[in-house]
């Protein structure tokens, strides 16, 4: 697939920013850009939009939650992101360069937990310092020091203190989706991608590791993007809320969350945020049709 | 006593009455010495014989793992070709079918003919015969891989060198292993039929010797050691196995809920 032959032309007007700036002036460029992008599989009469043509702007350290029916292209976003795909049309862009440029540190977590099942938890966290630049670079001398206690006290951050030396298969699904979280953040990304990280869970444990990121993300303020088919988990977690239509997908509502945080679990029962859900669950069952 | 425990008591008086049935059987049909000779005659025989075949058990250890070693290298190398580039796999691939579905045994005299008799063609035969299980299984192992476990490295931004060596290398492990106790058992078949045809070393040439004397109880000795030496092999290879790949087969232990 050469789906990328129009955006050299188009990026080239994007000052080449040294990556070494990661921390200043770019504060100003939005974390994530989508400029018209959309993403078609196959060519001819079989191929599938799964996206739209899509324009999505989010500022650095907000927290995004996209939702709509399912097959709409919000995984497709995500995947876009997390350069996994390219798009067939239009911009990606991650702090104002090309998602290849590695502009933006990447933390992903998938609704499967994806454990590496060789590797005791301790190690699967670890695993992004040993890819990730700077940290690879000192990996050899660090993993049994100094990442290792970072890695210990993340555990220790989402209850998971006593089970480092376990193998995945020694822990339960929620457990597991904790270590996920603790891997998409072990390397302090500037952008943590969250796809449907909590659906598998039951009910207690996924409310529960809704507490743990909201204290996660407002203890680091990475930028969000969570992906879900919840609506509470929308409303309680994120600070805004895109509501997406059936394939092939777009963005058909934008809006923001007014609640302080950190939020209280109760406020799930809160009339203004029923109302806010039930507001976007007419929207959805709306554009399903 | 625990169930393992009892199974192993029962698989061993299982050895233990085989070989009785063979003595007894032997003695009540008056069976001759010179067509199947006796338990206790063989493990005389090895006893007393055991100076003479030390070096050529040495002999076909040496072949057999040499061949073995050779055939890891090169069916690991190829396996990891295959299994990484499509391309290669579609290439590659009948053409092993080919070379695979050819019996062993007739890539011995070709062998001979280019090395002469000896240790060289034993090696060769063990080496050719192992190759490809190791192939089909690293490939196999590599080409399953599921698609997530690399996504969560190449999120990371990992190289396709980082991602095989962090996800497809330990995935394929547990192929790997279970293809290595299945190479060596075929390596040793193949060491001791190139000695069978074309060495002055080793236990096959010692059967072979030992069959045209007529001294049928060394025939039957060199039978026992081989097969002790099999088991051995296959026995190190299977601990070997569930030290490395321990994480493949633990599943069923009681997990923490």
């Given at each position: 697939m050469n789906m990328t032959s129009d955006i050299p032309a188009q990026a080239m007007p994007v000052p080449a920013t040294p990556p070494a700036s990661r921390t200043n002036p770019v504060h100003a460029r939005p974390a994530i850009e989508l400029q018209d992008a959309s993403v078609v599989f196959g060519k001819g009469p079989q191929s599938v939009t799964a996206l739209s043509p899509t324009t999505l702007r989010m500022e650095r350290g907000d927290f995004l939650a996209l939702v709509g029916?399912?097959?709409?292209g919000k995984s497709t976003i995500l995947r876009l992101v997390s350069n996994l795909i390219q798009p067939s049309s239009g911009l990606v862009l991650l702090g104002g360069r090309e998602v290849a440029a590695k502009e933006l540190r990447i933390g992903m977590a998938f609704q499967?937990?994806?454990?590496?099942?060789?590797?005791t938890i301790e190690k699967n966290v670890m695993l992004p310092l040993k890819i990730v630049e700077p940290f690879k670079r000192t990996f050899r001398q660090d993993r049994k020091g100094a990442y290792r206690d970072r890695v210990h006290a993340l555990l220790a951050q989402v209850g998971l203190k006593d089970f480092a030396n376990h193998f995945p298969w020694q822990l339960s699904g929620g457990m597991l989706q904790r270590a996920n979280l603790c891997r998409a953040l072990i390397h302090d990304p500037d952008l943590l991608l969250l796809d449907?990280?909590?659906?598998?869970?039951d009910q207690f444990t996924r409310e529960e590791l809704w507490q743990i990121l909201q204290d996660l993300y407002l203890d680091r303020k990475p930028t969000v993007l969570l992906v879900t088919h919840d609506l509470r988990e929308a409303g309680f977690l994120a600070r805004r809320i895109c509501v997406m239509s059936a394939r092939p997908g777009r963005v058909i509502s934008d809006r923001a969350v007014d609640l302080p945080q950190p939020r209280d679990i109760g406020v799930i029962y809160d009339p203004a945020f029923v109302e806010m859900t039930q507001g976007l669950r007419e929207l959805i069952a709306q554009v399903r049709k | 006593m625990t169930d393992a425990t009892r199974i192993r008591l029962m698989s061993s008086s299982f050895i233990l009455g085989f070989f009785l049935l063979w003595e007894v059987l032997c003695i009540v049909l008056n069976v001759s010495d010179l067509i199947l000779p006796r338990p206790s005659e063989i493990a005389v025989t090895l006893w007393t014989r055991f100076p003479v075949l030390w070096p050529h058990i040495l002999q076909t250890l040496y072949a057999t793992l040499t061949g073995f070693t050779l055939g890891v290298i090169i069916g690991v190398s190829i396996g990891v070709l295959i299994g990484t580039s499509r391309v290669a796999y579609g290439v590659a691939y009948p053409l092993l079918v080919g070379f695979s579905s050819i019996p062993k045994v007739a890539v011995v005299p070709i062998f001979v003919l280019w090395f002469g008799s000896g240790t060289t063609p034993a090696i060769l035969t063990a080496m050719v015969i192992c190759v490809f299980p190791i192939v089909v299984n690293i490939a196999t192992g590599l080409a399953t891989t599921e698609p997530d476990l690399e996504d969560v490295l190449k999120t990371l931004g990992a190289s396709k060198k980082e991602i095989l060596w962090n996800v497809g290398l330990p995935r394929t492990m547990p192929y790997f292993f279970a293809s290595l106790k299945v190479a060596i058992t075929l390596s040793f078949v193949g060491a001791v039929l190139s000695e069978t045809v074309a060495s002055n070393k080793g236990i096959g040439n010692v059967m072979m010797t030992a069959s045209s004397n007529f001294q049928v109880s060394l025939v039957f000795a060199g039978l026992i050691v081989l097969a002790l030496m099999g088991v051995a092999l296959y026995a190190f290879f299977s601990f070997l196995e569930s030290r490395v790949t321990g994480w493949a087969t633990r599943g069923n232990d009681i997990a923490i809920t």
């Open positions: 029916p399912s097959g709409c499967n937990p994806t454990m590496l099942p060789w590797l449907e990280p909590f659906g598998a869970l | -």
